[in-house]
């Protein structure tokens, strides 16, 4: 059958039903039925269950393609409502807990003994269920129905759904005849324990599939908790195929995963072809189970208590932060990870249920393992996802071009090969599979990676020649990278791994490194204590930095030191009115409320999108990150402090866009220009100055702006009685906590990047200062406004982006600025004998009185004269400075200043 | 010996290039379905002026040979998926390796059309390079665009609604621009305006704002008082210039707007913004 017809009939098959879906969630469905008959009711949610898994089947064929064969398990609860309402949940008997009918039909010739086997894994699994999950909410009779007429095993995706009413007031679960035992076992007890939630459940995905994944693991990885004979390495690779993300927890953490659902409405609820990624469902899936899985390697009781305490509260179900309180009195005096159970929810990504709208990007980093050769040494896998939310949660699957960068340890940019340096993304999804030589004699060495797309950015550090290499007979099973921790001279530094009784030191060199532990204790699931130590040339030890980890089962990648999470603030507070901000580190939370500390009703913030040429409105604007830059408007000044992960001891980038971008300074120390590179696709980086036309010693065209322009906020507005406008003013270091305009004019945007003053390498070598430069100035109280005009031999008078400035988008405050093709905020032209400058004072007060000054600040000029275009008066001057008032007759005052004998 | 023959070689191969027997430029690029986004399960066929070659089925990818100054490529989906060829044209490729980057390849072709404007003054752009899923327009005189054979299919458009395009034009900024969520009616998207910022010459957009309009006569415009009012209450006054347009960003409220120039005046308007991220018009005209 053509692919398009097979979607067309499912779409036909549902609409004939008469079922209406809605997908409250993921996994969760609402189907709507007209009549109480068990037939209508069953055809309807096996038809929505059907659309759920085939998608499924089509989203996750890329990843199936490069993974083991073993299936996805993705159960489902199918609601059955009636007008709008659920119906309750049925079959509740008398007893206080859940027994199972178990169709018969599930004997088979091939399996006569499935039934039986079906009831023992539930038998033998259930005092581990109520041990790890707790007893069922509502008890009764659930019909085990063999549903494989109509859902039957596409072993690829499999797992049946939960019933809570059938249309007459039964419960079911829903099963296809898996071929495989430990399939059908899994499958099983999944959809027992979403038969044990309560009715309303949690209304997250993160809450309802995460819990139910990581207790589900944690029940079957016991043998002795299923029926004897199953193979547990065939239950390991389902396992790692949608439970849980393995190794790569602290890689894959970033804010891209947050939101209420896994997969988007449109990507669940209509039909679609086979190959079109997800967006970020499938690492979604993984992540939820692992979160879970590291609160139960501390304690073991959570979900049990949780869901109990849930039971008590179910008002919390669509609120997050009640779901944080019950954790949080669940974990009591406890911890996670050596944090509070609410400090430790907010640096987990998956468990952040807020929508954001617009575009995401996520990076996943696989390390490349088998069939290793010479000269291999750092392989891995990077696999970009790039979409955007609109505001109903809907997912568009992008595509673009991503320019990775690789850095060194002493931040190099490494350029690997051609096939690495560009990541080609369609429908969301690219890869790229660079190998990171051997640089030094087997020596492994920490490699930053950063994917820019669009405004986007994620940085990840990997360790090259840590994992595997050629020469190591077995991978490496803990392993990872030290970010701003130096070595004292003389020293050295390791990892100290303390898994119980067994400790395990990993030498670190370069920033990077990597053993192979190997034991049962390590490798099961396991709250462990990680220190980075340094040793002195007499073997004294001072430990810089101590983490606790929760694993589950495997290795363990680790990043140690990025970007500590801290208090953060803007350094001084924001003032009422409007004026522009700068988000220093990366905030934990994507919502700026969080960052500004009060309610998101109280104020307005935008931030400027250069390929709309206009602004985008808060919350348009998209989540917040680390890095970005907005026009805040505040009834009061605001003094706020905000969880961060702050960088101030490596490199942290940014990316901009062709245009203007509203950015900062993303590391927490102020960074001269001289500290920032700029690197346009797979070029060499460029210092900062001679990217923007400052250093006549670069000589390529330049790729940004001649100025970063800070916004200066102007005088109260008469009728609102706070500042409502001001100007720009060219910036002359980067600042944490201010915001800034830049202009990119490289056409695929560029990637900057913030050194420490440590670790620069290179400066303004040969500053290109014109002959003759003369700063013009208006002013009223606050309202303060300068433009440059002037002229050097190797300037021209057309645009010059080594002399020239343009503006950034004005504001509506007081703004002077030089009228050539273009409003200029510098207007370096060729030198001449006389010269005249049109200058534009807009924003101006109408019968305002303002004064004008000039200061020449390079060379001199035989004469001066300034002419008020409003009233033909001239002034004269000889000197090299003066002043003169005017009154404002208009909004836009005009003065052409004329300048004669420049030298 | 070795090398004399490799010279000897060195000179048949510069006496051949540039045409005739063998080609002298390598193509490369990926072929993608826009029905999954994903390579064709089956290789495609991809065919220059010299040289047909087929996609790798795990990337989609090609590499294939040209001539100098090629300007198209064939390209074909397997005839399993029933869909047609598509002709990709180009720029003339004069290097010795060119990429010409993603090819999409489905069951529909469908026209592409805009209008390219100048940020600063709304004017169209002529000459401006549209790309989009591997095809290409040039805008005419007035800015507008038609490009063809963009492969599109109706049953599933979530790839396409992801596409991103590009415009180049001289003396602007290059900008990225995607369908906006437009899909195909009768064969066609139109994808409405892409705003182009000049290199030299930047008319920068005003503040953010929420509320906004144009004051008509525009001759009459200038020197408009425009007054935002709150429960009677005056918090904001703006003051219109050349451009005729006014323009607030407030909280969320229901506001009136006053419209005054001496003895001209507009009708009061009540304007009500729901949301501080919504952006209400609200023009007047003067009498």
């Known amino acids: 059958m053509p692919r398009n017809l097979a979607s067309r009939t499912l779409t036909t098959l549902a609409a004939l039903l008469g079922a209406a879906s809605v997908f409250a969630q993921s996994s969760l469905f609402r189907v709507e ?97 109520e041990a790890v999950f707790g007893d069922a909410a509502i008890t009764g009779l659930v019909n085990v129905v063999n549903a ?118 449109n990507l669940v609820s209509t ?81 952040d249920t807020r929508n954001t709208i617009g575009t995401k990007l996520h990076t996943l980093i696989t390390p490349i393992t088998n069939g290793l050769s010479n000269p291999d040494f750092g392989v891995f896998n990077i696999e970009a996802t790039a979409f955007s939310t609109d505001a109903n949660g809907n997912e568009t699957l992008l595509s673009g071009t991503s320019y990775p960068v690789f850095w ?57 020649g840590s994992i595997a290499t050629p020469a190591s007979a077995s991978p490496s099973d803990f392993y990872g990278t030290i970010i701003g921790l130096l070595t004292p001279g003389g020293s050295t530094m390791l990892v100290r791994m303390q898994a119980g009784s067994e400790i395990v030191d990993a030498p670190v060199t370069n920033f990077a490194f990597g053993k192979l532990i190997g034991t049962a204790n390590f490798l099961g699931t396991r709250s462990l204590i990680v220190k980075v130590i340094t040793k002195n040339a007499l ?15 495997g290795p363990l990648a680790l990043e140690l030191g990025a970007a500590p999470v801290s208090s953060t603030s803007f350094g001084s507070s924001v003032p009422a009115g409007v004026s522009m901000i700068g988000i220093t580190g990366d905030p934990l939370s994507t919502a700026l409320e969080d960052v500004l500390g009060i309610p998101a009703t109280t104020f307005l913030a935008a931030r400027y999108n250069p390929a709309k040429t206009n602004y985008d409105l808060y919350p348009n604007s998209g989540a917040v990150h680390g890095g970005q830059a907005y026009f805040v408007r505040l009834p009061g000044s605001v003094s706020s402090s905000w969880q961060s992960r702050l960088e101030t001891r490596t490199a942290v980038a940014i990316a901009l866009r062709p245009g203007w971008n509203m950015v900062t300074c993303p590391l927490g120390v102020e960074t001269n220009f001289a500290n920032v590179e700029v ?189 008020n275009l409003a009233n033909n008066q001239i002034l004269t001057y000889t000197g090299t400075s003066g002043t003169f008032n005017f009154q404002a007759n208009s909004t836009q005052m005009g003065f052409d200043l004329t300048v004669k004998g420049a030298r | 010996m070795k090398r004399i023959a490799f010279l000897l070689l060195l000179i048949v191969l510069v006496a051949c290039g540039g045409g ?19 390579p064709t399960t089956v290789a495609s066929s991809v065919q220059s002026s010299s040289q047909s070659g087929n996609t790798n089925v795990v990337d989609g990818s090609f590499l294939i040979f040209g001539s100098k100054d090629e300007t198209s490529l064939l390209v074909s989906a397997p005839s399993a998926l029933g869909y047609p060829a598509f002709t990709y044209t180009f720029a003339p490729l004069t290097q010795n390796t060119n990429d010409v980057g993603d090819l999409w390849v489905g069951p529909e072709k469908v026209q592409v059309i805009g209008q390219v404007q100048n940020a600063s003054n709304n004017a169209g752009v002529p000459n401006a390079v549209v790309t989009f899923a591997g095809q290409r327009a040039v805008t005419d005189a007035s ?88 429960g009677g209450t005056e918090v904001r006054r703006f003051t219109v210039g050349v451009n005729a347009r006014f323009q607030f960003w407030v909280p969320a409220g229901s506001y009136t707007l006053e419209f005054s120039k001496g003895a001209l005046t507009a009708p009061t308007q009540t304007v009500n913004l729901p949301n501080s991220s919504d952006v209400i018009r609200a023009d007047a005209n003067l009498s």
């Open chain 1, 679 to 867: 690197v346009r696709t797979t070029n060499f980086p460029r210092t900062y100055l001679g990217a923007s036309g400052n250093d006549a010693g670069d000589t390529e065209s330049p790729i940004l702006g001649k100025d970063a322009f800070q916004f200066v906020q102007g005088a109260n507005d008469p009728f609102s009685g706070l500042p409502e406008g001001g100007s720009y003013a060219a910036a002359t270091k980067f600042t944490p906590g201010a915001g800034y305009f830049i202009r990119c004019l490289a056409p695929e945007g560029v990637t900057m990047l913030f050194k420490l003053a440590s670790s620069s390498s290179s400066g303004l070598t040969q500053p290109i200062n014109p002959d003759f430069v003369i700063q013009n100035t208006v002013a009223r109280g606050k309202d303060v406004s300068s433009a440059f005009a002037g002229m050097s031999a190797r300037a021209r008078n057309t645009f010059d982006a080594a002399y020239d400035s343009n503006l950034p988008p004005s504001f509506g405050g007081l703004q002077l600025s030089i009228a050539n093709t273009d409003r200029r905020y510098k207007d370096i032209r060729a030198i001449a004998d006389t010269a005249t400058y049109r200058i534009f004072a807009t924003g101006c007060q109408v019968g305002k009185v303002y004064s004008y000054s000039f200061n020449v600040q390079r060379g001199r000029a035989f004469q001066i004269q300034i002419k």
């Open chain 2, 20 to 38: 005739g027997a063998f080609p002298d430029i390598r193509i490369a690029g990926r072929v993608l379905d826009i029905s999954t986004g994903a």
């Open chain 1, 148 to 265: 494989d007429a109509t859902i039957g095993d596409r072993h690829a995706i499999t797992g049946g759904f939960y019933l809570p009413n059938n249309g007459s007031g039964a419960r079911e679960i829903r099963l296809p005849l898996n071929a495989s035992r430990e399939v059908a076992a899994i499958s099983l007890i999944h959809c027992i324990l979403l038969a044990y939630l309560p009715d309303p459940t949690y209304g997250f995905d993160t809450y309802l599939e995460g819990l139910v994944r990581a207790a589900t693991q944690k029940i079957v990885r016991v043998p002795a908790n299923l029926p004897a004979g199953l193979e547990q390495d065939v239950i390991e690779s389902v396992l790692e195929q949608t439970y849980e993300i393995g190794a790569f927890y602290d890689w894959t953490n970033q804010k891209s995963l947050s939101g209420t659902r896994f997969i988007a409405p």
């Open chain 1, 408 to 464: 060194d340890k002493d931040y190099n940019r490494i350029l690997p090969s051609a096939q690495s340096e560009r990541i080609d993304i369609a429908a969301s999804y690219g890869s790229v599979v660079p190998n990171f030589a051997d640089e030094n004699a087997g020596i492994p060495y920490r490699v930053a990676v950063d994917v820019p797309f669009q405004d986007r950015i994620t940085r990840q550090y990997i360790p090259a």
């Open chain 1, 33 to 129: 039925i007209s009549g109480r008959s068990r037939d209508a009711g069953v055809q309807a949610a096996e038809s929505a269950y059907r659309l759920y898994r085939d998608n499924l089947f089509n989203l996750t064929a890329s990843n199936r393609a490069k993974r083991s064969n073993a299936p996805y398990i993705m159960p489902a609860i199918v609601r059955l409502t009636q007008n709008g309402q659920p119906l309750a949940t049925g079959g509740r008997t008398r007893g206080n807990e859940i027994t199972l009918s178990i169709d018969s039909s599930f004997n088979t010739a091939g399996d006569p003994g499935r039934v039986a086997f079906m009831q023992s894994v539930y038998n033998t699994a259930k005092p581990a269920i």
């Open chain 1, 539 to 553: 073997n004294v030890e001072t430990t810089v930095l101590t983490r606790v980890v929760n694993k589950g089962p």
């Open chain 2, 143 to 230: 800015g507008n665009f038609t490009i063809m054979e963009v492969a599109y299919s109706s049953a599933n458009t979530s790839s396409f609604l992801g596409l991103m395009g590009r415009v180049s034009a001289t003396g602007f900024l290059s900008n990225e621009f995607s369908s906006g969520g437009n899909t195909a009616l009768a064969g066609v998207v139109n994808i409405g305006t892409i705003l182009v910022s000049p290199i030299d010459s930047d008319d920068p957009p005003t503040l953010p704002y929420n509320i906004w309009g144009l004051i008509t006569p525009s001759a009459s415009a200038p020197g408009t008082i425009v007054k935002l009012k709150l």
């Open chain 1, 271 to 351: 039909p679609i072809s086979q190959g079109t990624r997800g967006g970020l469902f499938f690492q979604r899936y993984q992540m939820a189970g692992s979160v879970w899985e590291k609160v139960l390697a501390e304690h073991p009781n959570f979900i049990k208590n949780f869901n109990l305490a849930f039971r008590t509260n179910p008002a919390a179900a669509n609120n997050a932060s009640s779901l944080v309180a019950l954790g949080s009195t669940v974990i009591g005096a406890g911890t996670v990870e050596g944090d509070t159970f609410a400090t430790w929810v907010r640096k987990q990504h998956i468990l």
